[in-house]
Each structure stands twice: as C-alpha cells, then as structure tokens.
C-alpha cells in the first residue's frame, strides 16, 4: 500500500470521527490549536530576545491559552476560521483544477463548492460552533477518497 493511501485512510478515519462526534472534534480543534499557539509564543520568545519576539511570544501564548481553557468562548473565533477554511478550500480546489489528474479535477470541484458553503455558513458557527467540525469531516473525507484513489 502506497503512503497516498495509507494518508487517504487516515483522512477517511479522521473525517468520519468529526462527522460522527462533532463536539468532541471541536473542543480537539481548539485544544490541539491553543497548544500549538503556545508552542509557537515559546519558540518565538526563545528564537530571539528582541522586543517584537517578546511582545509577539506572549500575545500567542494567551491566545493559546484562552483556546486551551475557554472553548465555549470560541464561537466567534471558529466563525472567523470557517471564513478562513472556505477562502483555504477555495485556493486548494482552483490549484486542483489546474493539476494534471482527472481524478483530482473532480475532488477539486467539490472543494470549492465545500469552501463556498463553508463561507456562506461562517455567519452561523458564530452561534454554532459544531459546523466548522462537520465540514471539516467532510472536507477530511473527500481528500482522503482522493488520496486513496490517486496512484
């Protein structure tokens, strides 16, 4: 079994557990993204002692924290990040188009029609933060076909 497959499985498996369990797959999102923020205001304090570093390290390091410990507080935030998924889906799907597999010419297609839904719906993850986590499922799950497809 190819590595694109085994990716393609892995994303399948992945999309599925956001589709089946959407609660548990947004509070992972806005854990595993304030974690990695925190990192980030770590690394970036230690990479160099300037005053931009330091100011810049610490605004990441809060942000990362209010994601760790205050996920109900983050239905704004995830309306922001379903405007950015759609605009991300809809990049990815016109750079698909223009790649040379036929297959990867219809994966794209839904892509952008997925990344304009996702935009259209940002207004309401802003009261229902648990539609960024369906449609990332199902972004999960036709990348995945992709991946699994493509040889």
Request: aromatic share 14%.
């Amino acid at each position: 079994m190819e590595s694109n497959q085994i990716s393609g499985i892995l994303s399948i498996i992945l999309g599925l557990i956001f589709l089946i369990c959407p609660i548990f797959s947004t509070a992972f999102l806005s854990i595993f993204i304030g974690l990695s923020l925190i990192f980030f205001g770590i690394a970036f304090i230690l990479s160099g002692f300037s005053a931009a570093n330091i100011i810049i390290g610490i605004l990441a390091i809060l942000v990362g924290l209010v994601f760790v410990f205050n996920i109900a507080a983050l239905s704004f935030v995830f309306g922001l990040q379903f405007y950015i998924i759609g605009i991300l889906m809809i990049i990815a799907g016109i750079v698909g188009i223009f790649s040379d597999s036929q297959f990867g010419k219809i994966a794209s297609i839904f892509l952008i029609i997925l990344g304009i839904i996702s935009f259209a719906l940002g207004g309401f993850s802003i009261d229902q933060p648990l539609f960024a986590a369906i449609l990332i499922g199902v972004a999960l799950i036709v990348q995945g076909v992709k991946l699994y497809l493509l040889e």
